[in-house]
């Protein structure tokens, strides 16, 4: 069983940056990897990024790839995604999931195991 609980989120205008944090419990976080999703209104959830258990992979929806950044520190149980260069589209809840395994996924079907969101709104 993996907790996953996020923070950071918040109001921040365009073009400014937030960096979001997903805490883990348990000891074996380790050979979790970890995906971060987001949800806006009306619309279904999507894969942001995500991140092998090791922290040597990463892998970006073409969204928000060189504007966000996904890392990793275990000896925290920590997984974060330092975004940049908000955009209004930005808006959403965004999520941080994970699963047991080497292979990282964009698919949120093949996570186990999600945290409860955290809300981030970009203004214009």
């Known amino acids: 069983q993996v907790l996953l609980v996020e923070s950071g989120g918040g109001l921040v205008q365009a073009g400014g940056s937030l960096r979001l944090s997903c805490a883990a419990s348990?000891?074996?976080?380790?050979?979790?990897?970890v995906g971060w999703f987001r949800q806006a209104p009306g619309k279904e959830r999507e894969f942001v990024a995500t991140i092998s258990a090791s922290g040597l992979l990463t892998y970006y929806a073409d969204s928000v790839k060189g504007r966000f950044t996904i890392s990793r520190d275990n000896t925290k149980n920590t997984v974060y995604v330092q975004m940049n260069s908000l955009k209004l589209e930005d808006t959403a809840i965004y999520y941080c999931a994970a699963r047991h395994g080497i292979s990282v996924s964009s698919a949120s079907r093949e996570y186990d195991y999600w945290g409860q969101g955290t809300q981030v709104t970009v203004s214009s």
């Open positions: 348990g000891r074996t976080f380790s050979y979790y990897v």
